[in-house]
Antibody, heavy 120, light 107 residues
Framework: EVQLVESGGGLVQPGGSLRLSCAAS????????MHWVRQAPGKGLVWVSR????????SYADSVKGRFTISRDNAKNTLYLQMNSLRAEDTAVYYC?????????????WGQGTMVTVSS | EIVLTQSPATLSLSPGERATLSCRAS??????LAWYQQKPGQAPRLLIY???NRATGIPARFSGSGSGTDFTLTISSLEPEDFAVYYC?????????FGPGTKVDIK
């Protein structure tokens, strides 16, 4: 079964850091671009970051550029999001999502999400 | 950044009725538009990609159409499990962006 499972969310104070993980199974992880998409409580979906299949190229939304770092370990089939200098507006459910091989920047498989709350 | 606008914000219908959801882009996205369904407490699910192609396992009652700036998602006959929020998303220009969503609820 193709599956993505996020972990690492939680409550963190403003200015703090958190690292999210996304464990992939059921497909050849190393062949796919991967993305992080977030959803603030009661709000819509916002793309956050993406990484290409071998990890050599990354992109970020302007709102997180310089604070968040996406990475991957293809040997461990795991995607990461290092989040530093967190702000209240980063509070959201964070989803990892797979980018289909033939559709750059679409998202065909999603994890269940992990909640990040930034609050004092 | 391409802005997507969805209408209506809420669509109140009964099971068995036809649902027509609209997505408009601030500039042409060619056919690079997808539709996702999200139920409460769940992750989004890809329904339609590249405007009119159903994703794997998606029932035939879901169909998409359009190109350029105007797109439509049609659910031919609503099933109880179809009441959810639907988002459109463009992948034509960087960064990928989503519409604000249309909620389809039970009348």
């Amino acid at each position: 079964e193709v599956q993505l499972v996020e972990s690492g969310g939680g409550l963190v104070q403003p200015g703090g850091s958190l690292r999210l993980s996304c464990a992939a199974s059921g497909f050849t992880f190393s062949s796919y671009w991967m993305h992080w998409v977030r959803q603030a409580p009661g709000k819509g979906l916002v793309w956050v970051s993406r990484i290409n299949s071998d990890g050599s190229s990354t992109s970020y939304a302007d709102s997180v550029k310089g604070r968040f770092t996406i990475s991957r370990d293809n040997a461990k089939n795991t995607l990461y999001l290092q989040m530093n200098s967190l702000r209240a507006e980063d509070t959201a459910v964070y989803y990892c999502a797979r980018g289909p091989l033939t559709m750059i920047n679409a998202f065909d498989i999603w994890g269940q999400g992990t909640m990040v709350t930034v609050s004092s | 950044e391409i802005v997507l606008t969805q209408s209506p914000a809420t669509l109140s219908l009964s099971p068995g009725e036809r649902a027509t959801l609209s997505c408009r882009a601030s500039q042409s996205v060619s056919s690079y538009l997808a539709w996702y369904q999200q139920k409460p407490g769940q992750a989004p699910r890809l329904l339609i990609y590249d405007a009119s192609n159903r994703a794997t396992g998606i029932p035939a009652r879901f169909s998409g159409s359009g190109s350029g700036t105007d797109f439509t998602l049609t659910i031919s006959s609503l099933e109880p499990e179809d009441f959810a929020v639907y988002y459109c998303q463009q992948r034509s220009n960087w960064p990928p962006t989503f519409g604000p969503g249309t909620k389809v609820d039970i009348k």
